[in-house]
T-cell receptor, first 114, second 112 residues
Framework: GENVEQHPSTLSVQEGDSAVIKCTYS??????FPWYKQELGKRPQLIID?????GEKKDQRIAVTLNKTAKHFSLHITETQPEDSAVYFC?????????????FGKGTMLLVSP | NAGVMQNPRHLVRRRGQEARLRCSPM?????VYWYRQLPEEGLKFMVY????????ESGMPKERFSAEFPKEGPSILRIQQVVRGDSAAYFC??????????FGPGTRLTVT
């Protein structure tokens, strides 16, 4: 099955700095990679996703890059703000397969200090 | 369009009792997934259901746990004879055929 590794487990940055979270996956057939943000005591929320037919996707201050050859993908947050503080989870899935599910990384706790 | 609904939001059970967790998917979503999250840990897949069918239950313990998604009504995750180790947040997610999963607010189960 799929195995997703996520690093670092915790990340502290100053407001305005950039933050990068990296994930690797094991199943080369996986082709859908979402990122979720979970604030304390709340539900995970989908913030961005990427499919394997593209190498990069950007949405305002967040971007995701995918390297299919190396089987890794990364979340980039620029100009971080205190409200970005949360736990971020990456995941991998084989899309359009009725018998596949999301495999999550263990999460990265991001702390943005003002 | 209401989001994924879960109830109850908090559930306290004594050891040995049964816990029933409910999940109503978003309108138009026919796929439901259940995950367990222990404190300061990631999301562990438990079971994936479509209407009236269990598609993948590889993450669910073989004993005491069961799940259903009937033709009418919410999906139910049932835990019989709860133990302290069952204390966790249980999240349900639903998805349309395009596969993006949207999470409910979770049920926080505490076993005393």
């Amino acid at each position: 099955g799929e195995n997703v590794e996520q690093h670092p487990s915790t990340l502290s940055v100053q407001e305005g700095d950039s933050a990068v979270i990296k994930c690797t996956y094991s199943d080369s057939a996986s082709n859908y990679f979402p990122w979720y943000k979970q604030e304390l005591g709340k539900r995970p929320q989908l913030i961005i996703d990427i499919r394997s037919n593209v190498g990069e996707k950007k949405d305002q201050r967040i971007a995701v890059t995918l390297n299919k050859t190396a089987k890794h993908f990364s979340l980039h947050i620029t100009e971080t703000q205190p409200e970005d503080s949360a736990v971020y989870f990456c995941a991998a899935k084989l899309m359009n397969s009725g018998y596949s599910t999301l495999t999550f990384g263990k999460g990265t706790m991001l702390l943005v200090s003002p | 369009n209401a989001g994924v609904m879960q109830n109850p939001r908090h559930l306290v059970r004594r050891r040995g009792q049964e816990a029933r967790l409910r999940c109503s998917p978003m309108k138009g979503h026919s796929h439901v997934y259940w995950y367990r999250q222990l404190p300061e840990e990631g999301l562990k897949f438990m079971v994936y259901l479509q209407k009236e069918n269990i598609i993948d239950e590889s993450g669910m313990p073989k004993e005491r746990f069961s799940a259903e998604f009937p033709k009418e009504g919410p999906s139910i995750l049932r835990i019989q004879q709860v133990v302290r180790g069952d204390s966790a947040a249980y999240f349900c997610a639903s998805s349309p055929p395009s596969n993006e999963q949207y999470f409910g607010p979770g049920t926080r189960l505490t076993v005393t």
